[in-house]
């Protein structure tokens, strides 16, 4: 029966179908749960953030394909303390579930900080961050929770902990949790996570990710009469994967279901456009989606995921006017004016010391002051997690872009430093700095150096050279530039002379894929540090600049970031 069900979806998909493109959040935005509210037109998308704060971006959309920032679930640091303590770079929060219900949205999710905990957080305000509740902890059992209500209210929590699915009840008042039981875990792969369990047609159904977030990553399912079991598993397993193919969209998995306002039904899940080969995904794990037909008494039947995708989207609509943060897609065009804030798409790394960033501070309007920080973006032996980092960033969401800030920098003490970074952690990232020579002498110059090198096996670039005198007397132009999909070029000019331009350095965008950030994806912004001395120059960023001119969406092609136009003689279909 399941093959005639899916061959009817894939046959039935033209008849109805519009085009559109993956993935629907670009850069990252790995583990993706949604859900559609009917009584506002609206889905709700979430995706993990892990130890960069803000987290757990709450995006909203009415037609599919364009996405708003609504608001941060985890927008203050009295939400979850210990974030500043947590030592692994890809520790803190991942793998959110979100659910609506009776007026009020749900998300829950576990921490893994100093002591690992399950997480609740609560609003009927989707679109403030400051209607979001401070979260109902609890003993999570594992990692992965997804929240279930029963038909008779009972509330449970299921979660995935040492290669077991487990469920539990969870009140929703004390944070009190029940008996455990073991349910299903799976078809035989590695790392049974990531479960979802749905209530149709008198089935519990339990659809949960195996074989790890890499190239053997699926999403499988089975369904029982009774919550508990026992559990058939799906004829068709699995329900949805790229393994064992050579499409350019891989790791295919951790998935979520939700129905439309229309009754169709979705998946999303999250993937790497690396192709089999694996090694070059800089914006790390992305969110994709693609219809499925779910009919009544059978079992769902997703289409595999591809760049260019069908479907039976709503209507375009962009009727959006409320919300914290703006489109996915939009350029950055950032000039920090008197009394705005720090747009709520930009990021930190744990939490920053808030005094050590200032808009338009006295003297210097439309600019963000810097204070730099004592460690540099890596840290050295003696950094310890509650060490703020002077860094703000925002994900690269493009194959192509280009990035820049003007910084005005007037160091004073050796190795005073600011400048931009590609960043994926600690321990990975690409920086061009202008700093003052630590060698004795005081020349102002711009360093371009890598730490680490993730899947990259080639020599790495590094290289210092003066800044021109004549460069010296106002702001500094920083710019990155991902010139093609493997290589990110770093480039200075006066700020009044861009003409000037000059590449200091290339680097391989290999670099900042997989290694030390397997599951997390490549940020670009600005900083500013002392490197371990005794300085304190201020430096001041204006002019942010984050322009996206490209998605690459298979091997051959690209297409344009924004609207309808042509590109390599290609047309994006919209």
Not at 510 to 523: A, E, H, K, M
């Amino acid at each position: 029966m399941w093959l005639s069900i899916a061959a009817a979806f894939l046959l039935a998909t033209p008849a109805f179908s519009h085009n559109y493109l993956n993935p629907i959040l670009p850069g990252w935005h790995s583990d993706p749960s949604c859900v559609h509210v009917p009584e506002q037109g609206t889905t709700f998308c979430t995706t993990s953030t892990f130890i960069a704060y803000p987290g757990l971006p709450l995006y909203a959309s009415k037609d599919l394909q364009h996405w708003k920032l609504a608001s941060n679930v985890f927008n203050r640091p009295a939400q979850i303390p210990n974030l500043r303590n947590t030592t692994s770079q890809q520790g803190g929060i991942f793998a959110p579930t979100l659910r609506y219900r009776s007026g009020t949205f749900y998300l829950i999710v576990s921490f893994l900080g100093p002591d690992p905990q399950g997480l609740l957080f609560t609003t009927t305000d989707p679109y403030h961050d400051s209607a979001w509740s401070d979260p109902l902890v609890f003993d999570v059992q594992g990692i992965d929770p997804d929240i279930f209500w029963d038909d008779d209210g009972t509330v449970y929590v299921t979660s995935a902990n040492n290669g077991q699915i487990e469920q539990y009840s969870l009140d929703l008042d004390t944070g009190e949790t029940g008996p455990i039981h073991h349910l299903w875990n799976g078809t035989g792969g590695a790392s049974p996570e990531g479960p979802h369990m749905f209530r149709k047609d008198g089935y519990y159904y339990l659809m949960i990710a195996e074989g790890g977030t890499e190239l053997g990553h699926s999403e499988t399912i089975a369904r029982s009469r009774n919550r508990t079991g026992p559990w058939e598993a799906y004829p068709g397993n699995p329900l949805l994967t790229n393994r064992n193919t050579t499409q350019y969209f891989q790791t295919v998995g951790h998935a979520d279901l939700f129905q439309d306002g229309s009754g169709h039904w979705w998946a999303v899940a999250l993937s790497t456009r690396s192709g089999p080969a694996w090694k070059n995904y800089p914006m790390g794990r992305e969110t994709v989606l693609a219809p499925a037909v779910w009919d009544q008494g059978e079992w769902p039947a997703i289409h595999p995921v591809r760049g260019q995708m069908s479907g039976p989207l709503p209507p375009v609509n962009k009727n959006i006017s409320s919300g914290e943060g703006g489109w996915i897609d939009q350029p950055d065009t950032v000039d920090f004016t008197p009394g705005s804030s720090i747009p709520e798409h930009f990021m930190s790394w744990r939490y920053p010391n808030t005094d050590d960033f200032a808009i338009s501070p006295q003297g210097h309007p439309n600019t963000l002051q810097l204070t730099p920080s004592f460690y540099n973006l890596t840290g050295t032996a003696a950094f310890q997690p509650n060490d703020s980092l002077t860094l703000i960033m925002r994900r690269q969401t493009d194959t192509l872009f280009t990035y820049s800030v003007d910084i005005a920098f007037d160091p004073t003490v050796a190795d005073e430093e600011a400048g931009v970074t590609v960043f994926l952690t600690q321990d990975q990232h690409i920086d061009l700095g202008i700093v003052l020579s630590s060698d004795g002498q005081t020349d102002l110059a711009f360093r371009f150096r890598v730490q680490g090198r993730g899947n990259y096996d080639g020599p790495l670039p590094g290289r210092t050279v003066s800044v021109p005198k004549d460069w010296q007397v106002g702001s500094i132009r920083l710019e990155i530039q991902a010139v093609n999909d493997t290589t990110y070029a770093f480039a200075a000019a006066p700020s009044t002379s861009p003409s000037q331009r000059n590449v200091i350095g290339y680097a391989d965008t290999r670099i900042v894929s997989g290694g030390t950030g397997p599951f997390t994806g490549s940020l670009v912004g600005a900083y500013a540090t002392k490197n371990g001395g005794s300085g304190s120059t201020p430096a001041y960023i204006s002019r942010w600049r984050y322009q996206g001119q490209g998605q690459k969406i298979d091997y051959d092609r690209i297409v344009p970031s924004y609207g309808v136009a042509e590109l390599d003689g290609r047309m994006r279909l919209v």
